[in-house]
């Protein structure tokens, strides 16, 4: 489905997260638009994918349920469900297919079908890895307990061996070009560092991992203050997710 024209707004109306869905135009359709809210949960690894591509985006912030339910409305949503990333004067959707759209655009997806399974294959690890961050905020006390007590199992035992044994005598996971696995690989480290500060210490393959890739220009852009990058969960954002969706 294409882009629809709708009424402008102001470039500090999207950033602020002011803005109505129904109000951003398409003289911005150079730019992809991230419709969600205001903080990591699904679209936080399409940030990711962008900031590593070196590739400007807006975002227009989910706050109010109205904004959700247009959506749905307007059939913008296949499934109901965000995130929803305007590019290419599409409604993307579903975050698997959106985050592999972008990486075969921008060349971050492998040379052959038998790389990008390989990238799949990764990244869906990385994906799962980073699925029990993503329950955390909407835990009770007991919960969150037993979920990091789960982050930490999960990281050490079945999946930072894998990624260990992967980038041995070699710098990238798949072809030895960096890659959209790699970035979900940055981004699920840093994520488990926040609950264990010394998750990598037996594991020096990711620690050189790690550092190599925080000096890439575009990552070491993305990782300033200020960048797109989400902070942690506060319970604010908690609140709104729960408000807009009725959880």
């Not at 930072?160 to 044994?165: A, C, K, L």
Request: aromatic share 10%; hydrophobic share 40%; glycine share 6%.
């Amino acid at each position: 489905m294409g882009s629809v024209v709708r009424k402008p707004v102001s470039q500090n109306a999207l950033k602020t997260g002011n803005a109505d869905p129904q109000s951003v135009t398409n003289t911005m359709a150079e730019k992809p638009v991230l419709y969600y809210f205001n903080g990591r949960g699904r679209m936080e690894s399409i940030r990711w994918l962008l900031g590593a591509a070196g590739i400007e985006f807006e975002e227009v912030y989910l706050e109010k349920r109205e904004q959700y339910e247009q959506l749905i409305k307007e059939g913008r949503l296949m499934f109901g469900q965000v995130p929803l990333v305007e590019m290419d004067g599409m409604n993307l959707t579903q975050t698997h297919p959106i985050l592999s759209y972008i990486a075969a655009k921008y060349n971050l997806y492998g040379k052959d079908p038998k790389e990008r399974y390989e990238i799949d294959r990764y990244a869906d690890g990385t994906i799962d890895l980073m699925g029990l961050g993503l329950a955390y905020p909407f835990l009770d006390d007991a919960g969150k307990e037993k979920q990091k007590g789960l982050i930490k199992e999960r990281a050490t035992n079945k999946y930072f061996p894998v990624y260990e044994t992967a980038l041995k005598d070699k710098d990238y996971l798949v072809g030895n070009k960096f890659s959209w696995a790699d970035i979900q690989l940055m981004e699920a480290i840093l994520m488990v560092e926040e609950f264990h500060s010394d998750i990598l210490s037996c594991f020096p393959q990711l620690q050189a991992f790690k550092e190599r890739t925080k000096k890439m220009p575009t990552i070491a852009k993305f990782l300033l203050p200020g960048s797109p990058k989400k902070p942690f969960p506060d319970d604010k954002y908690v609140a709104t997710v729960k408000a807009v969706l009725k959880m």
